[in-house]
């Protein structure tokens, strides 16, 4: 029997893999996905900077962004920023 593969999503974003045997990848799909990642402006592409939210993620960050998104694009980032709702550790 093999074991348990458990992909660990938060926000749309995989945190964490567990019990990934050695030398296996894995792949998420993801019908639900909207065409845009941000939270903020909701116009932005995969292909662009985004930055995570790490209360929603746990993935460590050297910034700190309000709660409401948990993800925003480099635009709405630096928008955020200049407002002050951005602040770095």
Not at 16 to 25: K, S
Not at 51 to 76: F, L
Request: aromatic residues 12%.
């Amino acid at each position: 029997m093999y074991p348990t593969i458990k992909i660990i999503v938060k926000g749309g974003v995989v945190c964490d893999v567990d019990n990934l045997p050695d030398g296996f990848q894995y792949e998420v799909i993801d019908h639900d996905v909207q065409e845009s990642k941000c939270d903020c402006c909701k116009d932005s592409q995969d292909y662009e900077t985004h930055y995570w939210n790490e209360n929603i993620c746990e993935i460590e960050e050297d910034y700190i962004m309000p709660d409401e998104y948990g993800c925003v694009c480099y635009r709405c980032f630096e928008d955020l920023k200049q407002q002050g709702k951005i602040t770095f550790k």
